[in-house]
């Protein structure tokens, strides 16, 4: 569970460099031997890209790093629950294990509106956990968002 | 349907370009205002990113053209019913319609498995037609597996 805390505050070190940018603050890292290989933060409304997640662009720093496309023996670490773009690229990337700090009502496929992750009809299904540093990942959202408001009065 | 048509004939162009690598022939373009925005075909294995799909390339192409995140306006022609992650990837982009080839029995998430383009609970819908050329966009598909499997005795 230690493990579990230092990567995940690795996640939430990413999610702020969002915030700074005035993103929604979202980060991950995929985490391969003990070390972090891929590290990302959303950057959707900077790049004007709408794959600019930061699952997306940790798992391609990842699989950049080990020259596969398969991640095998690899968990992410991200702040909130995958989109199913991002829970699908998972799977697409058979990564393992996943690891992520709350839940998103609104669009989460990681076991709040679907479980793309534990699929039996698809090829691959990932070890989930939930809830790590949950409470610090959902302030940093709400606190973002109350802020956001405050500005536009 | 004669537009349609056109389209899906550019998504094979871009399929065979694929298949020239040795990828598995998959192909999609962005269409905007009547003209082709976005193109991109299969690529996992010549870059081993597991993110190189075609319509992942497509929508990136077509927004870095558009310079906007939101692809208003915009069809995805694609010659295989798109997986999980680029299902996800055009609710993402707000891509109003997709039109695909033939469907994908192991992955399909527009309609066969399920339909992550026309779930309720996310924020965007898709329209999605499907069968254009079908025949043709499932051949490419079924003569390339026939081909692999021949080398591979």
Redesign the interface.
Known sequence: MQEHIEYMQAAIEEARKAEELLEVPIGAVVVWQNQIIGRGYNL??S???????AE?IA??QA??YL?????LDCKLYVTLEP???????I????IPQVIYGTVDP??G?AGT??N?LQ?D???HQVDVISGVLQEECSLLLTQFFRKLRAKRG
Chains 1, 2 share one sequence.
């Open positions: 959707r409304e790049t004007l890209d709408p794959l600019a997640h997306l798992i391609k699989s950049e020259q596969a496309w398969r991640l989109c199913p773009m991002c829970a699908g690229a799977v697409q990337a058979r609104k669009a496929c509106l679907m793309l699929e009809r698809f090829n």
